[in-house]
């Protein structure tokens, strides 16, 4: 008869897996327990073995599909009846995900606990004598009297909003309320749906982003150095010319740019940090691609802005914008996130004030960007207010020592600082 | 004593069919002043059932006869200052609807009565005497009745029947201040 092969549990928190190759090609004989297929999920590669005796019939899926969990993907002919219990269950018979008990979410909180023990046991019900004194202290109606015995209410508690400061029975209904109000007990903090966690696997972008960290974090020893630097020139700049250039060119020059061009100047004395790294060979570059990560919703993309040695900051910002645009539409082409030299990231935008960026490999250094701060600092003894960027520069320290890097980092401050030595020429 | 068309030709349908005496009021002042589309086919109003004309839940007016329609009036006045009246019309005077009243009383805990007539000795006194004895403890407030005048003639120029009868008005006034209490 025909048996259908089904995409087995591959493992907790697995919904899918992505077929490597067919074991068994569509016409081999089977015998049971040969392995049929390949299938690699986020946690492993796993063979499919074969339940029965048969011969592979037909791939109802081609490799590098992804297939979810119960998926069928293959059609065999096997000897015999196939009992049920030697097909994959994809999921236990009450149909429920199995969850370990420990891991069940609670049940939901209650509108409010309403046993007259737990009342008593809090304090919130009034013992007998303080509800009969109460009735009366306080001029109320007979129907208040009546709920105060049937709620077990002190009527001296509840604010009486009638006249002459009678307490009604809208008041005790108020009082009634407002004391299970404070029985709720709610979480600080639902989720709508009541799964104790949320599954979702690391495909696609996210899993090359995720690949990429792991390979740049774990093979290239990083050491991250840290610097100040006093932007008030170059605000005082842009200050000045940023919003003539935007009416003029339609382009608004972030610090991004005066960045850029800052590590060209510094790196002529430094070149090893503008190099790449592989397999051995070091490649120092005599050219600027400068990598700017952008952020994008769930991930993370670095285009590329190619030979900025030889673009002005305008064209450099104009090259950031329509690469962050295309970034955001997702139509960059290859050539425009590879080929990178050297890597800025700008976590300031989001208000870090420090961070230690992951190199992108084969680059040798990347520079975190950070947030300007306004600062007390010390210029010739006295303490002024200045504004300060604290920059972050990530090194591999197989290609550059300590000392070099700081050095870097020092003389590209220096360039920032004083940026009319500079700017008159690529402007 | 009905306060609608619809009940003037159903309870006097009623009265005719049953085997026992019944004593049919009509208020003159309604002859030619309500107006209204009737079912052709057969029907009749029960004895002895009062109709809730609308539901409310801050107090309870219950009234009869051309007074149904100032209650009305009143209610619709006050249900746009954000008071929610429940309006009974109890349409039968002897047997009354105590199911009806009892019931909205339960929910509302305060009541005005209205009746045209003099206050003492006038059907709401016995409504009244009623909810005491049997509803005391679900009251929050006095039953509060807005009659007629205890006069020993009924005036006939304009401005002292306004000052005898009750009217909107003083029906308005009267839920207000019940509600305060």
Redesign the interface.
């Known amino acids: 008869m025909e048996y259908k092969v089904v995409v087995p549990p591959l493992g907790e928190s697995v919904v899918e897996g992505t077929i490597v190759k067919w074991l068994k090609n569509e016409g081999d004989s089977v015998k049971a327990d040969d392995p049929l297929v390949e299938i690699m999920t986020d946690k492993i590669n796993v063979e499919i073995p074969s339940p029965h005796n048969g011969v592979m019939k037909k791939h109802l899926v081609p490799p590098d599909t992804v297939v979810e969990i119960g998926r069928e993907i293959a059609l065999m002919e096997v000897e015999g009846e196939v009992t049920a219990a030697r097909t994959f269950d994809t999921k236990p018979e009450s149909g429920e995900e199995r969850i370990p008990q420990e891991q069940k979410a609670p049940e939901p909180a209650g509108e409010f606990i309403d046993s007259a023990a737990h009342h008593r046991q809090e304090g919130i019900h009034a013992d007998e004598e303080a509800i009969e004194t109460g009735i009366k202290a306080v001029q109320s109606?007979?129907?208040?009297?009546?709920l105060a015995r049937e709620h077990f209410i002190d009527l001296r508690k509840v604010s009486g909003t009638?006249?002459g400061g009678?307490v009604?029975?809208?008041d005790v209904i108020k009082y009634i309320d407002a004391r299970h109000r404070v029985d709720v007990v709610k979480p600080d903090f639902q989720f709508p749906d009541l799964e104790p966690e949320e599954v979702i696997p690391v495909t696609g972008v996210r899993k090359v982003i995720s690949e990429h960290m792991v390979k740049a974090a774990f093979t290239i020893p990083h050491v991250t150095t840290f610097d100040e630097c006093d932007m008030s020139r170059v605000i005082a700049w842009r200050r000045q010319y940023v919003d003539r250039i935007e009416k003029e060119d339609g382009i608004r020059i972030t610090f991004m740019p005066f960045i850029a061009k800052a590590i060209i100047f510094a790196a002529k004395e430094f070149p090893w940090i503008n190099a790449t790294l592989e397999d051995d060979v070091l490649r120092v570059k005599k050219y600027f691609n400068i990598g700017m990560a952008v952020a994008r919703e769930n991930s993370l993309i670095v285009p590329v802005i190619k030979h900025c040695e030889q673009k002005s900051l305008l064209q450099i910002a104009r090259d950031m914008h329509e690469l962050a645009e295309k970034a955001n539409a997702d139509t960059l082409q290859m050539d425009e996130i590879t080929g990178g030299t050297i890597s800025i990231t700008n976590a300031g935008g989001m208000g870090a004030l420090s961070s230690t960026p992951i190199i992108a490999k084969p680059q040798v250094a990347i520079l975190g960007v950070h947030k300007i701060v306004d600062k007390p600092v010390v210029r010739d003894g006295e303490i002024v207010i200045r504004p300060i960027l604290n920059f972050g520069l990530s090194f591999d320290h197989r290609v550059v020592d300590g000392a070099y890097a700081v050095r870097f980092l020092r003389r590209m401050i220096e360039y920032l600082e004083e940026p009319d030595r500079w700017l008159l020429g690529v402007i | 004593m009905p306060a609608t068309a619809y009940d003037a030709k159903g309870l006097l349908k009623s009265a005719i069919r049953g085997d026992d005496p019944v004593i049919y009021y009509e208020h003159k002042r309604l002859y030619r002043w309500i107006k209204e589309d009737l079912p052709e086919e057969d029907f009749t109003v029960p004895i002895g059932r009062a109709a809730m004309r609308k539901e409310g839940s801050d107090i309870t007016v219950v009234s009869y006869g051309l007074m149904y329609h100032r209650s009305l009036e009143a209610v619709s006045a006050l249900e746009k200052e954000g008071i929610s009246a429940e309006l009974i019309d109890m349409r039968t005077l002897s047997p009354w609807d105590r199911e009806i009243i009892f019931e909205s009383v339960r929910k509302t805990s305060r009541v005005v009565l209205v009746q045209e007539s003099s206050k003492t000795g006038g059907v709401m006194a016995e409504v009244s005497a009623a909810i005491t004895e049997e509803m005391f403890d679900y009251l929050d407030a006095p039953v509060t009745r807005v009659c007629g005048l205890d006069v020993p003639a009924i005036p006939f120029a304009p401005p002292m029947e306004h000052f005898f009868l009750p009217n909107a008005d003083k029906i308005a006034r009267t839920v207000k201040k019940v509600l305060e209490y």
Request: zero cysteines; aromatic letters at 0%; proline letters at 8%.
């Open positions: 109606s007979p129907v208040v009297r009546r009638g006249k009678r009604s029975k809208q």
